[in-house]
């Protein structure tokens, strides 16, 4: 990895995967630990894992995973309760069809979509209704804002 570059891949939960890179990663620099994450997550979950994209469009991510979706969201610009519900609907849907199948969100531009998309969903699955649960989780990528709202 270049110096000065943090590439962060977290296990949210056992089926809940963050990659995050800095926006002003190079290309190049970018692409090879993207090539050298799909080749993890393909050797660990086989095709039980899809990619929700929380960046603009990016075709390197969508020709090297077999399940992208790409949200298409613009950076330094909020996305409509409408887009992060239907986000969070496909994400249930996709871990509800079978227990071996796994999430990963990917944002390139720092870790502030992904923890959004992350509080969101828990909320949205009602994991939220339990602090109990909620303490749970290993929530390490959720920003500390979010964290001190589940805190009460």
Not at 111 to 137: D, E, K, P, T
């Amino acid at each position: 990895m270049e110096e000065g570059y943090r590439i962060d891949l977290d296990y949210i939960t056992e089926r809940i995967i963050t990659v995050s890179f800095p926006q002003a990663c190079p290309d190049q620099t970018y692409l090879q630990h993207l090539r050298d994450i799909t080749q993890m997550l393909k050797s660990k979950h086989g095709h039980n894992y899809m990619v929700i994209n929380l960046s603009e469009k990016n075709d390197s991510l969508t020709q090297m995973n077999p399940k992208v979706l790409d949200t298409g969201w613009l950076d330094l610009l909020a996305p409509s309760m409408e887009q992060m519900y239907g986000v969070c609907k496909i994400m249930d849907n996709w871990l509800h069809s079978h227990t071996q199948h796994v999430l990963v969100m990917h944002c390139q531009g720092g870790q502030g979509r992904v923890g959004v998309m992350v509080a969101s969903y828990i909320h949205f699955s009602s994991i939220s209704a339990s602090r109990l649960q909620v303490s749970r989780l290993p929530l390490k990528l959720v920003p500390l804002l979010v964290r001190a709202a589940f805190s009460g």
